[in-house]
């Protein structure tokens, strides 16, 4: 106004660029901050989960153990640690495909494959140690490509890919192994020690706990699967894809390339979960050896807060979702075993329970906010 120029003529001022602009596919991670208490609201439902699976787990345990005097007993309690890091290697394999929203009927099989196919390569054709390791865990990693690919680029279902992998795999071992039971005799006591040795933590006596050598591999698998999920931008894309895979697409996140990663994960750890089985057992019938895990792996993952339509999952939950199914399993050995015949029926009806509780919880939160942007 002192040099007589009306304020109107004054250029306007340019807004500076973003000096951070999000890159492809970051809109999805970066967002503003939440409102005090958000945060406990958001992550609520599935610490809910979480806690009360966990609730289930110790009830279980508080039935079993006043109800039989052999559930406390230390050999049965290293078993079911051990049993439940054997199942949880898997359940955390499973908890990724279901987290984008697919599913895997193949892992029984794959168990099957690599269990008998290692002891065939290194027992009878003289293979290499590190050789027949390295060759079933490669096939399973190609076994997830293949099925990422089929899903992917051929648009296939995830249920009718999986499900021909659940027949084809089985049928291949028992083709390659005459259907003959496979196993390492007597020999590589050194490799079998991965799965069935014994680390003395509170001591070497007999009659105290020794964590079994496979709670290790799972508490680092676990460790790396939920830091991954939580913690990196691929697992947050794998929970935006499993919400919505259309929004996800056009929100620059490669929904193919992820959807092929859980697919690698889940083949993967179910190869180390099938090589880990057949170093404890020694023995790997092609007929039966893998028969229905996985049931067990999806159950815990069901039970563990993963959700079948996708985009929704815990590591830890799936983890606590295995000793159920474990625990479960030893209840009806040990207190009911006139039912050991119907431990399938129990384990369809707890998927069903869950899924059943899963959709009542969706319609409880879609009535929540129907409710808030209406009122």
């Known amino acids: ?50 806690w009360g699976i966990l609730g289930l787990l110790v009830a279980v345990c508080l039935y079993t153990a006043i109800s039989s005097d052999r559930f406390l007993r230390v050999q049965n309690v290293e078993n079911l640690v051990h ?130 050598a496979t709670t290790l591999i799972l508490i680092i698998i676990a460790v790396v699967a939920a830091i991954f999920l939580n913690k990196t931008i691929y697992g947050r894309y794998l929970l935006a894809m499993g919400n919505n895979p259309e929004a996800a697409r056009y929100s620059g996140i490669n929904v193919d390339r992820t959807t092929l990663l859980a697919y690698v994960i889940c083949s993967t750890l179910a190869g180390l979960g099938g090589m880990l089985f057949v170093l404890d057992i020694n023995a790997a019938q092609p007929s039966d050896f893998g028969n229905f895990y996985e049931l067990y792996a999806i159950a815990a993952a069901v039970l563990g807060g993963c959700s079948l339509r996708g985009g929704e999952g815990s590591i830890l939950g799936v983890v606590i979702g295995a000793a159920v199914m474990v625990v479960l399993s030893n209840t009806i050995n040990l207190v009911h075993p006139a039912y050991q015949n119907i431990e399938f029926a129990i384990i369809g009806g707890v998927i069903l329970i869950g899924v059943i509780v899963d959709e009542l919880a969706r319609r409880l939160v879609t009535a929540r906010r129907e409710a808030v942007r209406h009122g």
């Open 1 to 50: 106004m002192g040099n007589g120029k009306p304020d109107a003529m004054k250029p306007a001022e340019a807004k500076a660029p973003s000096p951070n602009p999000l890159p492809k596919g970051e809109g999805l991670t970066r967002q503003a901050p939440l409102a005090k208490g958000e945060t406990f609201r958001r992550f609520l439902p599935q610490g809910a989960k979480i």
């Open 83 to 212: 049993r439940t890091a054997l199942f949880g290697i898997l359940s955390v394999g499973a908890a990724f495909v279901i987290i984008t929203g697919g599913i895997d009927l193949s892992i029984g099989s794959l168990v099957c494959l690599v269990g008998v196919l290692l002891p065939n390569l290194i027992a009878e054709h003289g293979w290499p140690v590190p050789a027949g390791v390295a060759a079933v865990l490669l096939l399973s990693v190609a076994i997830g490509v293949v099925h990422g690919l089929l899903i992917t680029k051929m648009r296939l279902q995830p249920f009718v890919v999986t499900l021909c992998g659940l027949l084809l795999y089985r049928g291949v071992a028992r083709g390659i192994t005459g259907d003959m039971s496979q196993g390492f005799g007597v020999e590589y006591k050194g490799l079998r020690a991965i799965a069935t040795s014994r680390l003395p933590i509170f001591g070497s006596s007999d009659n105290v706990f020794h964590l079994p």
